[in-house]
Nanobody
Framework: QLQASGGGLAQPGGSLRLSCAVS????????IGWFRQAPGKEREAVLC????????YYEESVKGRFTMSRDDAKNTVYLQMNGLKPEDTAVYYC????????????????RGQGTQVTVSS
């Protein structure tokens, strides 16, 4: 199971850090992806960290602003979001699958419940 947390309200230009706690076996062998869905829009892949800690960006607009890290001792992955923009407002979901990343949430066999991120002044 996955538990996403850390969402909230941020001002434009501000920062938030989301956490995704992963329970179960073989955390170090899993790729963790972040997806988001804004109101009235399709869900989109944002970025993903594979089992080799390679970071893959799927959303061009977050490059240079968002990054991920993992703490294998805590079975937790973090999404650090800097330079937030109003268009980053969405529900953010983390998802897990074995080894490799994918841009499709349906390829992930575990997913969290989502955490709301709102960027507004």
């Amino acid at each position: 199971q996955l538990q996403a947390s850390g969402g909230g309200l941020a001002q434009p230009g501000g920062s938030l850090r989301l956490s995704c706690a992963v329970s179960g076996r073989a955390f170090s062998n899993r790729a963790i992806g972040w997806f988001r869905q804004a109101p009235g829009k399709e869900r989109e892949a944002v970025l993903c960290l594979d089992d080799g800690s390679n970071l893959i960006y799927y959303e061009e607009s977050v490059k240079g602003r968002f990054t991920m890290s993992r703490d294998d001792a805590k079975n937790t992955v973090y999404l650090q979001m800097n330079g937030l923009k109003p268009e980053d407002t969405a529900v953010y979901y983390c998802a897990a699958r074995s080894f490799r990343c994918s841009a499709y949430m349906t390829a992930f066999n575990s997913r969290g419940q989502g955490t709301q991120v709102t960027v507004s002044s």
